[in-house]
């Protein structure tokens, strides 16, 4: 057992400042030999982890797990939405009058669509969707076209490629619940009357 | 027996302009923390917008605030402890007055812009230079007076001078590095990815060297001279200092978790930041215990009030950094503020509390009289723990509710906030609890600063003296190993040196010298004249003290802004803008998802787009004509660092650049708005509309 709170004698004089020479308290060193311990082990596991994987991917070792980690986690999250099959007709028409589709599809549009068609649909850059005039037309099957194939020409994107088909349905739903609603300054009329 | 006499005038000097810059420092602070609660407090002038005023802030306190205060207690310190004079009166003196000057300059140049945008590194090139000869400067005063130092052994407390003095200097030029392209504005040597690594490994250890290794050293010297107690243990003084020095430097990527900076890199920042909290709290463990023994005199002195909440504090911030930076966590507290609360943690817990202590306990000191009211320094204590106490709880609330926000999915795999701007106007709250916080921190300033003045008013300034046999140093046999390096500071600043470097060298050279780490992709191009003007003002103007352009691999993030970033996206980033918090959305991805309309609304006025949006006005980018004049320079500089443009390119940049801005101008009009392509707006739209598209161009990644 060492003595505890002892002077040390260096023989200097510190400003008058001493000092002990206690020994290190265990818990502390079982702290730090144990990050340490921890720190091998997790190197080991990355290192191994990652040749695994970039092996199996070709993909090259940098970002190998960041990337298979993003592409675990979007295919489990998507495994539940995989064999949506798209209505047709009168399968369409109820689709886009779920009003559970209709949340879904408000979701996102709150998320891509507002900056040009306005926070209710009453149009800044892209037309105002909340009127009865279209420009490529207002049924279901034309308005489900036009998100999905965008008008790139025109300056309205594509959203089928990065949305998917299910949610683009969903848009469609919201876009169709948009007609007639009153909102304050609407966009001018573009296109046809229905 | 000859006398020594101190040279506390020097010191006297730097104790004030601690308190002054402070002041100033958290002055700004508050205003800042206004304008996150209501974006009225930039007032609409650019010299006050978020985005430069903000280095303004971290600067100030950082360099200005805690930089006098080390200068101070180092200079304090050191004479007395090394039982000579400093070594030069002239040299001291210019090393205050550049300091000062260089503060002075800094803080006019930001406002106006002039920055490099690399944070806790804004300053451009010639204020570098000049930060490098003052420091330089203060390095040889230091030496030369350990050189003539009556003590043969020297204390703890200057091990930690030394480690701070060599590795601020390597970290300072090391990130400095830059070519110029006028006298206000240069881009740096390292790109994208290194550029990133870099900076982060400087910004790290700042933290590390600036705010932590010389606040040690202050702590080894004022807290046992207050407490009148020997310093609780020799040995752990020794470990922890060599540990901490080691392991700091490699901590840098826990900045960088999950971006496009290399796998491998992340992990071992990670492992190393774990490695550090034993260290660090081998630093807690020496000044608590210290402090053993004179509880009872806690209640009725402030100074080591003061000192006990810092080193307290100073445990806090320590551990909360590992937990940080351990990957699962950082996922979730990275770009929130929680990342601000942990610094504030450290920067008014730790750095400000100690510097109160030591300054309450040097006045009365300095000046031979009593400190004027205990009781004022009792109540200032008590606000700084209520400030702090509102802005940290403030912080974690913040981010944690933020970060959750944005990560949460509906259970129709929908974000369940998509409106980015949602999860902004729900931090009100906080925001005004954080600005709360730091008015009655600041208060406590103030309070402390009229108890210092009537102090002084009382007594009668003397320079301290001693008695030492003259001539020789004082000898004595060294009784332990360690006490030999303790004899030869200068070996000691060479290993310490060589101790650095290690860390820095193992993560920094693979990324400059094996191509692999950064895979280059084909379809990505350098800006062109116009977009680079861009991205100047999008620097100039701080845009990223609020916007990251970092996509990370989350499913969150792929739905929210799109493919995730890739190392080969930023080779021609001079400088990399990745970004550190996420006040408003990332932006990496944000290239054609707007109208260039979309984009002049919103910039001129963001609550026309977007209600509720803290982001400052940007109207005056409309009035203001771009400077072409240095386009030409600009670009060349870019080829000679690596970017493929033609003599063609660089020769016609200036033309191709107005041709871009008409086209932009021409789109503007069609949709029923007249700006005149000359304007820096134009430019600035040119850059945002780049960003992030060119991966799209390619094949499959």
New interface residues.
Partial sequence: MEKKDEILDHGQDYDGIKEYDNPLPRWFLLMFYGSILFSFAYMAYYTAKTWSIADASGRSANLAWSGARVAAEVREAESGHANFVPPEGDALLSFVRSPGNISRGEALFKANCVACHGENGQGVVGPNLTDRFWIHGGKPEEVLLSIAQGWPGNGMPAWGASQGPEKVHWLTAYVMSLRGRSVSNPKAPQGIEE | MTTVRFDDKIVRMFLFATLFWGLVGMSVGVLLALQLADWRFNFEIPWLTFGRLRPVHTNAVIFAFAGNAIFCGVYY?SQ??LKARLFSDLVSRIHFWGWQLIIVLAACSFVMGITTGKEYAELEWPLDLMVAVIWLLFAFNFFATLARRR???I?VALWFYIGTIITITVLHVVNSLAIPVSLTKSYPIYAGVQDALVQWWYGHNAVGFFLTTPFLGLMY?FV??AAER????????I?HFW?LVFLYIWAGPHHLH?T?L???AQ??G???S??L???S??GM?NGL?TLRGAWDRLRVDPVLKFFAAAITFYGMSTFEGPLMAIKSVNALSHYTDWTVGHVHNGALGWVALLIFGMVYWLVPRMWNTKLHSIALANAHFWLAMVGILFYIVSMWAAGITQGLMWKE??A?????Y??FLETVTKMHPYYLGRALGGVIFLAGLIMLIINLALTIRAGRFSEGEIQVPEPKP?E??P??WH?VLERKPFLMAILALVVITIGGIVEMMPTFLIK????TIASVKPWSPLELEGRDIYVREGCYACHSQMV????DE?A?Y?E?S??GEFIYDRPFQWGSKRTGPDLHRVG????N??HLRHLEDPRL?S?GSVMPSYAFLTSGVLDLGHITRKIQVMKDLGAPYSEEQVRHAGRDAKWQARGIADDLRR?GVDVAPDREIIALIAYLQRLGTDIKKGGPL
């Avoid at chain 2, 990370?552 to 499913?555: A, V």
């Avoid at chain 2, 054609?592 to 109208?595: L, N, T, V």
């Fill in positions: 310190s007395r402890l003590e043969k052994h204390y010297y046992p001279k020997p310093i609780y243990s020799y040995r752990l003084s470990m540990a999950y496009a290399p796998d491998w992990s071992l990670m492992v190393f774990v490695m909290l034993a260290p709290w081998g463990i215990l999915f509906t129709d795999g929908l974000l369940a998509p409106s004082i004595h046999k009784s332990h006490a692999g780490n950064i895979p990370r691999p989350f499913r792929l929210r799109g995730y890739r190392p054609g998802r707007y109208s309309l979309w787009t209600p949709n």
